[in-house]
């Protein structure tokens, strides 16, 4: 399938004269189109007020279109309307070419909201879950608490739900062992890590923290996390918590105040009469924080003094949160304070640290929720993953599929390219590029599992660092761990068995980092798709300084950077 004659516009700096508009701005926009196109005359539609406007283009050479937007509203939508002289009559919208009247739902659209920090734009995340990647010398003088069922660093971990050692296996990975191994991070290209929690908590996972004052003693205290702090400063790279806003772990000390007659910490949750309480998806150890509660956000999200804003200071100076579940944050049935939870903790990030990155996550649709006064972006699961996961799994694997109740459908090029271009359009331009490109985390499958090809693998890596969004690697992906699903793949480093790495792939991925780094079209430039088919997809990344031809193929587990100009 040949895409290369259809019109193109997209939110990039050659297509958009600005990412970043004021409210009021005009701002120029750009289409190209073939220099045969039928097209004689153009029109923008955006609207006044929720009114429709028809604004004329003016055609300034043989392939591009050019009109003024202007940001009437926080939130711009636009479309392009193409007619020939025989009367036919074509819409772009930012999922494509149509020759029906679409809706509204895939217009392109600028936010007059504040960006995500600059720096993020160079972003290449590292997720590390901290029980798992590297024990310090220290962990060996550590108690090992109660709660927990002790596994050997080489023992593969229990996945499955019948079996608690899921939750309770403990390898005893510390923050110290973190600092020992940023060599590693750095030789790769990342320069930013993303732990998942570091509270206190009765699993192996910490999302159920019992206090958010504190870094579990397990990992090393507060002392080690300071410790990381400045090992990441010195060398330059940022580092991102990850935080449960929408509920706490049941023997968190705010939840135990409340089941132990607290008047005030019981409104922070949902109790029944009965005593029971509302939870995250029906598991008791998980109670739900009430948002409507003014309390409990001063504690957990709101000001100066709020737990979102206390790590952010010194010593640690977080330079950012990815916030869990935050799709059900502030949600509960007919109660719906989300995008007032987001925009709060937003806000208070931004009093700390101007420059603080927000990332929610979000396992399907995120569309509604990252408008641009909330979340900067998305673990773009639904955008980017469960696509590429799609075109690339193998026809044969056990990789478990994240969240549905049916395995990754195999697709061929096309429908994978109008996947990708649909949740672009769904999500504008510049939230697609403010969120996580994910192959695999601690919640799915990993990437090599799903694929079993390493030349595949590499193809997958391939498009993580050059479509449009931040890489993030879960520690493994670049030496090939596997892993059936979530918890299968919160497998250890082996950093003591290094025969075990698949090296052509860890060079692989620090080429790729390395191209990211160096060419601005990777990390800002616009995509243009050229072609598709079953195995091969060919597009390019285009930037005023720039342009890239990337071509994967998926037959002959192949993966080309071509720069044209």
């Given at each position: 399938?040949?895409?290369s ?5 997209d939110g ?8 970043a508009?004021?409210l009021?701005?005009?701002v120029t926009?750009r289409?190209r189109v073939?220099a045969d196109?039928?097209?004689?005359r153009?029109?923008?539609?955006t609207t006044?007020?929720a009114?429709?406007v ?6 300034t ?10 940001c009437?509203?926080p939130?711009t939508?636009?479309?392009?309307l193409?007619?020939d002289?025989?009367g036919?009559?074509?819409?772009l919208?930012a ?5 029906h009247d679409?809706s509204?739902?895939?217009d392109?659209r600028?936010?007059t ?5 600059a720096w993020?734009k ?9 029980d798992r990647?590297?024990?310090s010398?220290?962990a060996?003088d550590?108690?090992?608490p109660?709660?927990?069922k002790?596994?050997?660093?080489d023992?593969?971990p ?7 050692r899921t939750w309770?296996g403990?390898y ?9 191994h940023l060599?590693h991070l ?5 320069n930013?890590?993303y732990?998942?929690?570091?509270f206190?908590a ?6 159920n923290?019992?206090?958010?004052d504190a ?9 080690a996390?300071q410790r990381?702090a ?8 940022h580092l991102?918590?990850?935080l449960?806003a ?5 023997t968190h ?6 089941q ?6 019981r409104?922070w949750?949902?109790?029944h009469e009965d005593?029971?309480y509302e939870?995250?998806m029906g598991?008791p150890t998980l109670?739900k924080l009430?948002?409507t ?8 999200t709101e000001?100066a003094?709020?737990?979102?804003a206390?790590?952010?200071k010194?010593?640690?100076?977080l330079?950012?949160?990815?916030i ?5 944050s502030?949600?509960?049935?007919a109660?719906?304070?989300n995008h007032?939870v987001?925009?709060?903790i937003?806000r208070t ?13 979000h396992?399907?649709?995120a ?6 006064d909330g979340w ?5 699961y639904?955008g ?11 026809p044969e694997?056990?990789?478990?599929p994240?969240g549905?109740?049916?395995p ?6 096309g429908?994978?390219?109008?996947a990708l271009?649909e ?5 504008g331009?510049r ?7 994910i192959?695999?985390?601690?919640d ?18 391939g498009?993580?660092f050059?479509?449009?969004g931040?890489p ?8 090939g761990?596997?892993?059936?699903n979530?918890?299968?793949s919160r497998?250890p480093?082996?950093?003591?068995r290094r ?7 860890l060079?692989f991925y620090r080429?790729?980092a390395a191209l ?5 079209a ?7 798709f050229l072609?598709?088919?079953d ?16 071509t ?5 587990g192949t993966?080309?950077v071509t720069?044209?100009t």
């Amino acid at each position: 399938m040949d895409l290369s004659a259809e019109p193109h516009h997209d939110g990039s700096p050659l297509y958009c004269s600005t990412q970043a508009p004021q409210l009021g701005e005009e701002v120029t926009v750009r289409m190209r189109v073939a220099a045969d196109d039928p097209a004689t005359r153009a029109w923008l539609r955006t609207t006044y007020d929720a009114e429709p406007v028809y604004l004329e283009a003016t055609r300034t050479a043989d392939e591009w279109w050019e009109a003024t937007v202007p940001c009437h509203s926080p939130i711009t939508h636009y479309r392009w309307l193409l007619a020939d002289d025989e009367g036919a009559q074509r819409w772009l919208t930012a999922a494509g070419v149509t020759e029906h009247d679409p809706s509204d739902t895939f217009d392109f659209r600028l936010s007059t909201h504040r960006p995500a920090p600059a720096w993020t734009k160079d972003a290449i995340v590292y997720q590390v879950f901290p029980d798992r990647f590297a024990r310090s010398a220290a962990a060996d003088d550590r108690e090992t608490p109660a709660w927990a069922k002790p596994q050997t660093w080489d023992e593969l971990p229990s996945y499955e739900g019948s079996d608690d050692r899921t939750w309770l296996g403990f390898y005893g990975g510390d923050l110290d062992g973190i600092v020992e191994h940023l060599d590693h991070l750095q030789e790769l290209g990342v320069n930013v890590l993303y732990t998942t929690p570091v509270f206190p908590a009765e699993s192996n996972h910490r999302y159920n923290a019992s206090t958010f004052d504190a870094i579990d003693p397990l990992l090393g205290g507060d002392e080690a996390y300071q410790r990381l702090a400045e090992a990441l400063d010195e060398r330059g790279m940022h580092l991102v918590g990850d935080l449960t806003a929408n509920h706490t772990g049941d023997t968190h000390e705010w939840f135990r105040a409340a089941q132990h007659g607290d008047p005030e910490k019981r409104e922070w949750y949902y109790f029944h009469e009965d005593g029971s309480y509302e939870t995250w998806m029906g598991y008791p150890t998980l109670p739900k924080l009430d948002h409507t509660d003014p309390d409990m956000r001063a504690a957990m999200t709101e000001g100066a003094d709020s737990t979102v804003a206390r790590w952010l200071k010194p010593p640690y100076f977080l330079d950012g949160w990815r916030i869990d579940v935050a799709n059900m944050s502030g949600r509960l049935g007919a109660i719906d304070v989300n995008h007032d939870v987001a925009r709060t903790i937003r806000r208070t990030i931004e009093e700390e640290n101007p420059n603080g990155w927000l990332i929610g996550e979000h396992n399907h649709d995120a569309s509604t929720d990252i408008d641009g006064d909330g979340w900067h972006g998305t673990m773009n699961y639904s955008g980017f993953s469960w696509p590429i996961w799609g075109w690339l799994r193998a026809p044969e694997t056990d990789a478990r599929p994240f969240g549905r109740p049916v395995p990754v459908q195999r697709r061929g090029g096309g429908a994978t390219v109008a996947a990708l271009r649909e949740w672009r359009a769904r999500y504008g331009w510049r939230a697609a590029l403010q969120s996580w490109s994910i192959l695999s985390s601690h919640d799915s499958a990993r990437i090599r599992t799903l694929v079993r090809d390493p030349a595949l693998h590499r193809v997958a890596a391939g498009l993580l660092f050059t479509l449009p969004g931040v890489p993030m690697i879960f520690a493994g992906d670049e030496i090939g761990l596997e892993g059936v699903n979530g918890e299968d793949s919160r497998r250890p480093m082996p950093w003591d068995r290094r025969d075990q790495w698949d090296t052509e792939t860890l060079g692989f991925y620090r080429r790729m980092a390395a191209l990211r780094h160096e060419h601005v079209a990777l990390r800002e430039g616009g995509l243009r798709f050229l072609y598709a088919d079953d195995d091969r997809i060919v597009f390019l990344r285009e930037h005023p300084e720039e342009t890239l031809r990337i071509t994967a193929d998926r037959a002959a587990g192949t993966f080309d950077v071509t720069q044209l100009t």
